[in-house]
């Protein structure tokens, strides 16, 4: 549950950047450019300190957190990815 609570998190993150970079820009520009790559650089903060929590505090292994870390980072991730996609082509 708190894995998918992370991923959804995520996401909401996405959408808060996305708007920031929108309204910074007044429309997709340097601006949105701007907010996925902080958005990529903070989610992997918070998804590696999600890991780090998991190790210290959870007592996982690094081995046993490490796909966790991966599902919880990426999926978010291929969101923004499907963005910039759907930015350039359409």
Known sequence: MRTLLF??????????????GKSMAGGFGDGMRMSLVAFAALWFVIAAANMWMGIVKGG????????IFL????????????????????
């Open 7 to 20: 991923i959804l998190g995520g996401f909401v993150l996405l959408a808060v950047c996305l708007a920031a």
């Open 71 to 90: 599902l919880i980072y990426l999926l978010p991730l291929a969101g923004a990815a499907f963005v910039v996609v759907k930015w350039k082509l359409f």
């Open 60 to 67: 996982y292994s690094f081995g046993e957190e490490l796909p």
